[in-house]
């Protein structure tokens, strides 16, 4: 309880043990309090949490229901590596160093053919070198015809700086074709030093 200096002011304070609310009289008459403001107790809220997320290959459904207390369930997604009915693919090769590039399409197709894609739904287009696969990736991402597209290319490191370009242009062209067309591209260019390490990368792929 508090007083002003000239006695006509008068402030008490409590609070309620249990419920967390208060009351704060107000003055009155000669200092006396006449009404007293007691806030309603707050409830707490619970969150609802319900979302439905489908891609393509798989679907997660899930509903939840949390408080302050109580954390969000952390949901793991993973595509499917068998389920390929209905999809479409494009492989996008470099004819330059087409003795690595050749095999290495060579394999990718078998890959398709053992996760059972039809080679009707596969299509092969041809550029003449690593530094020409974003742009054509990209076009085809952007026409809606497949779910995914295969970049295949060799660069081998020379004695001057036109490697790095190379490789440089590759790489950020085939991560921008996959930015603004929203179709997965996937970067399967070697870069090596020398032939023989560009043989051996091809003959142990991971």
Request: proline letters at 4%; one cysteine or more; glycine letters at 10%.
């Amino acid at each position: 309880m508090a007083s002003s200096g000239n006695g006509r002011c008068w402030i008490q304070e409590r609070f309620l043990s249990g419920n967390g609310s208060g009351m704060l009289p107000t003055p009155g008459p000669k200092g006396r309090p006449f009404a007293t403001i007691l806030p309603q107790p707050r409830k707490s809220t619970a969150l609802s949490f319900s979302s439905s997320l489908r891609l393509q290959g798989f679907a997660v459904d899930r509903k939840q229901r949390s408080s302050f207390a109580q954390g969000l369930a952390i949901r793991r997604m993973e595509g499917s590596l068998t389920k390929t009915q209905g999809l479409r693919f494009a492989v996008v090769v470099a004819r330059f160093n087409e003795i690595v590039t050749k095999q290495l399409l060579e394999g990718a197709l078998d890959t398709f053919s053992k996760y059972s894609v039809n080679t009707e739904d596969i299509d092969v287009v041809c550029v003449p070198g690593s530094f020409e696969i974003g742009i054509v990736a990209e076009r085809l991402g952007k026409s809606h015809k497949y779910h995914a597209i295969l970049c295949i290319g060799a660069v081998i490191r020379g004695d001057t700086s036109h490697y790095d370009a190379v490789v440089n242009s590759a790489a950020s062209g085939v991560l921008s074709a996959s930015l603004n067309s929203g179709v997965p591209c996937i970067f399967g260019v070697l870069t090596c030093d020398d032939m023989d390490q560009l043989l051996f990368c091809n003959m142990h792929p991971l």
